[in-house]
């Protein structure tokens, strides 16, 4: 028997299902009973176009549900013709990004997975450190360093930050530790000021980076000069740049830039080996929040992943798991934007990134506790939620994607269904308002805006209504399953 263990979703089997027996149309009725249970199209191992049969990947849920269905007949574990799999970290489980059912598994790309091939992730540090390029887990990893104005300091920091992002499988004590998209190459910096950061950001662009980790920050007491220079360069160079929001008190800089993706700490483990329930709390050291605005009123941070008990393999063998704090959250964020790099390529601007990581998080494993909502879909500590690598590729592979500037009304006709509709902007002057089939849905004083809504109707009319001349992205994705 198959099994795969998830704190978000449940364990998860391989099994035939046997439905009653169909004369006509066998494939699309066997198609629709998996689809109403909820089991999506990539869990589909085999739908047998002659017989009542399937085999899928799917969890007790799901099977409780298409045992109601009249047609539902039978069920029994399938079992592979393989050897038992290794079982990979629990937090690459927990963001959608293992090799059993997440981006990493045959269930993408063709059986090949989404591993960041020819993609290329900028990593700049803090304080001048450098990662251990004998760590077990970068060997193998393509770095390229860019030069530094002093020695850089080899430490532990950078070292887990790379492994999250590009690291190599390396198996020890008993689980699987490997990079998000470890086929995906780094241009690494080491950084001592704000001006450091600069300079690597535009050697970054100009080497064809799209996507920047800086897992670090300082508490600039507000909107800051740095936060305004970063949002510059994100725009400028079409760079989507993912970074912290802080481990206590008040959000940091460069999390207030507005065009950043600024990433909160959810705690998901107790011990390296033992997951926390979920619904998962969102970590700060002292009573505030570690959430805050921009002066324009953009809320961070936009979204949270794990940043507890993180792991990579040392140069001895030995698994590092001291890795606490927003600045191993981020890297996840910015390993799933890779695998979203990968589907799409270079067709769409930093802006179309950041709408499909921000609509594919999960808000249901997302404590609410001191957590209240700010706007239907964003709470004050989590922003939209956990990051789902798995939705995020979904949405990648699927979606419709308009990119246009804001210079009055954009107009385009899409199809109904279930909608999820996503808006992330530049803003430049006053909000901007989505109008779907005449109800009107306004970002306030946000520059990203979710809608969901189900449409019977076979097309209807959208139109994004604003002025200031600033870029947008439209992504509209059409779930396979029922409305929720």
């Known amino acids: ?38 089991i999506p199209e990539r869990r589909h191992i085999y739908v047998s176009k002659l017989t009542s049969t399937s085999i899928v990947l799917l969890n007790k849920d799901e099977l409780e549900s298409l045992k109601t269905d009249e047609r539902f007949e039978d069920w029994s574990y399938y079992e592979f013709d393989e050897a038992e799999r290794q079982e990979d970290d629990l937090l690459l489980t927990q963001i959608g990004a293992d090799s059993e059912i997440g981006t990493n598994s045959p269930y993408f790309n063709g059986g090949m997975g989404y591993m960041g091939k020819g993609v290329k992730v900028g990593v700049i540090s803090a304080e001048n450190l450098i990662f251990n390029e004998n760590a077990l887990s970068l060997k193998g990893t393509a770095i390229e360093v860019l030069p530094s104005f002093l020695p850089p300091v080899r430490d532990s920091h950078p070292t887990a930050v790379v492994s999250q992002i590009a690291g190599q499988k390396v198996f020890e004590d008993g ?132 940043g507890a008990w993180v792991g990579y393999v040392e140069s001895e063998g030995d698994v590092n798991f001291n890795n606490f704090g927003t600045s191993f959250a981020c890297p996840w964020v910015s390993g799933i934007a890779a695998a979203v790099v ?53 949405i990648a592979e699927k979606s419709e994607i308009y990119e246009s500037t804001l210079n009055g009304e954009y107009n385009v006709e899409i199809s109904g269904g279930c909608l999820e509709i996503m808006l992330a902007f530049e803003k430049n002057g006053d909000g901007v308002t989505i109008v779907v089939d005449g109800e009107s849905f306004p970002t306030g004083k946000e520059n990203t805006l979710l809608v969901k809504k189900h449409s019977n109707k076979e097309t209807l009319p959208l139109s994004v209504v604003g002025i200031g001349g600033g870029k947008f992205s439209l992504v509209i994705f059409r779930s396979d399953l029922s409305c929720s």
């Open 175 to 306: 689980k699987t530790f490997f990079g998000v998209v470890r086929d995906a190459s780094v241009v690494f910096s080491p950084s001592k000021t704000a001006r450091n950061v600069y300079t690597a950001i535009e050697e970054m662009i100009q080497k064809g980076v799209k996507i920047i980790n800086y897992s670090a920050g300082t508490v600039k007491g507000g909107y800051s000069d740095f936060d305004r220079q970063i949002d510059r360069l994100i725009s400028a160079g079409n760079i989507l740049f993912i970074t912290v929001s802080g481990n206590k008190r008040d959000m940091t800089s460069p999390g207030r830039a507005e065009n950043a993706i600024a990433v909160g700490n959810l705690a998901t483990k107790s011990y390296p080996d033992i997951p926390l329930p979920s619904p998962w709390e969102v970590w700060c050291k002292s009573e505030d929040n570690c959430s805050g605005f921009s002066d324009d009123g953009v809320h961070k941070p936009d979204l949270v992943a794990p």
């Open 342 to 394: 990968e589907v799409l390529g270079d067709k769409y601007t930093y802006l179309t990134l950041k709408a499909i990581l921000l609509m594919s998080c999960n808000t249901i494993a997302v404590s609410n506790t001191g957590n209240p909502k700010i706007s239907e879909y964003v709470r004050l500590r989590s922003g939209y939620g956990l990051v789902d690598g798995i939705h995020c590729v979904e």
């Open 1 to 38: 028997m198959h099994k795969k263990s998830s704190d978000t979703v449940g364990e998860f089997f391989s099994a035939y299902i046997w439905l009653k027996v169909c004369k006509s149309n066998v494939f699309e009725n066997n198609m629709d009973a998996l689809l109403r249970a909820g």
